[in-house]
Nanobody, 124 residues
């Protein structure tokens, strides 16, 4: 049974930074493609960034404008989303997702497993 758990969300001021963690239990995270999505109130879920299994090629959405970095630490069975220069419009619930085969998909339906999400709030 694969389970994902996010942590690291919270309240931060504009321009601040946060690092989100996505832990996977039940299997080695190195076997999985991992994606980060976010959903703001009243908006659809949006792809943020993702990282391939194996070599760890990363992808990110144009909307984050290079401010976020995704990385993995296979020894800790975790993937991270480092978020810098945060803006109020980054406020959302951030969730990680996993799939064992395929690419970093930008659509929610492309992913097999989801975490519960962690709230990120950026104050102005």
């Amino acid at each position: 049974q694969v389970q994902l758990q996010e942590s690291g969300g919270g309240l931060v001021q504009t321009g601040g930074s946060l690092r989100l963690s996505c832990g996977l239990s039940g299997r080695p995270i190195s076997d999985y493609v991992i994606g980060w999505f976010r959903q703001a109130p009243g908006k659809e879920r949006e792809f943020v960034a993702g990282i391939m299994s194996g070599g760890g090629t990363t992808y990110s959405s144009d909307s984050i404008q290079g401010r976020f970095t995704v990385s993995r630490d296979n020894a800790k069975n975790s993937v991270y989303l480092e978020m810098n220069s945060l803006k109020p419009e980054d406020t959302a619930v951030y969730s990680c997702a996993a799939r064992i085969v395929g690419r970093v998909g930008v659509q929610s339906w492309e992913w097999d497993y989801w975490g519960q999400g962690t709230q990120v709030t950026v104050s102005s």
